[in-house]
């Protein structure tokens, strides 16, 4: 079975430019997640997808973040302008469907994208 | 509100020792329970969950948990560590009324040969 795809694998930019992540999730995957973590820290949920639509995108910097999942599968993250602040690990990550209150519930995470805005 | 605590940022382990890595969680109604690894430059992977039944839950790689309630706990645990068990170790609670996972800040746990 194919895990969650997720590139590029390394960003390197300036501060204000913009950037974009892809992941693609496990297939039959409805739920997919987009983590942001910090050095040191534990992964902060950025947005949540079921299907094409957002559960929840409470903690994501509306100003600068953009996220979408047009058609239910893949999924683009996009940040700009860029911030010193941004640099981070990307997590995607997928699972079953979080609707069902479930047994099988867990979540299966991408590689991650490490970006470093300078 | 919810939170996890992993009051450890590092455990230092001697191979062949038991180990713990502690873990206390906050949430107001019944909670789910995870542990997640993460080994160097990779993704988190699932170790294992609570959802219901027996506290002592089994996962992969020989890692155990006990869920403790009455001390909302969740520690992982292992009889004897490997050095191939070093990495950064994850707590993560969920209240079931909703679909917020909370996470912890990760424990780095080091097994020394």
């Known amino acids: 079975e194919a895990g969650v795809a997720q590139s590029p694998r390394y960003k390197i930019i300036e501060k204000r430019q913009s950037v974009a992540f892809w992941c693609n999730p496990i297939?039959?995957?409805?739920?997919l997640y987009w983590y942001q973590q910090i050095l040191g820290q534990g992964p902060k949920l950025l947005i949540q997808?079921?299907?094409?639509?957002?559960?929840?995108d409470s903690q994501l910097p509306k100003d600068r973040f953009s996220a979408e999942r047009l058609k239910g599968v893949d999924s683009t993250l996009k940040i700009q302008p860029a911030k010193l602040e941004d640099s981070a690990v990307y997590l995607c990550?997928?699972?079953?469907?979080?609707?069902?209150?479930?047994?099988?519930?867990?979540?299966?995470f991408g590689s991650g994208t490490q970006l470093s805005v300078l | 509100a919810q939170s996890v605590a992993q009051p450890e940022d590092q455990v230092n382990v001697a191979e062949g020792n038991p180990l713990t890595v502690k873990c206390t969680y906050s949430v107001s109604g019944n909670p789910y329970l995870f542990w997640y690894v993460q080994y160097p430059n990779r993704g988190l992977q699932f170790l294992l969950k609570?959802?219901?039944?027996d506290n002592l839950v089994k996962g992969s790689y020989g890692f155990e948990a006990e869920f403790n309630k009455s001390q909302t706990s969740f520690h992982l645990k292992k009889p004897s560590a490997l050095v191939s068990d070093s990495a950064l170790y994850f707590c993560a609670v969920r209240d079931k009324s909703n679909y917020q996972l909370i996470w912890g800040a990760g424990t780095k746990l080091i097994i020394k040969p």
């Open positions: 990550a997928s699972s079953l469907d979080l609707r069902v209150q479930t047994q099988n519930e867990k979540l299966f």
């Open positions: 997808f079921q299907n094409n639509g957002v559960v929840d």
């Open positions: 609570y959802i219901t039944g």
């Open positions: 297939s039959g995957h409805a739920t």
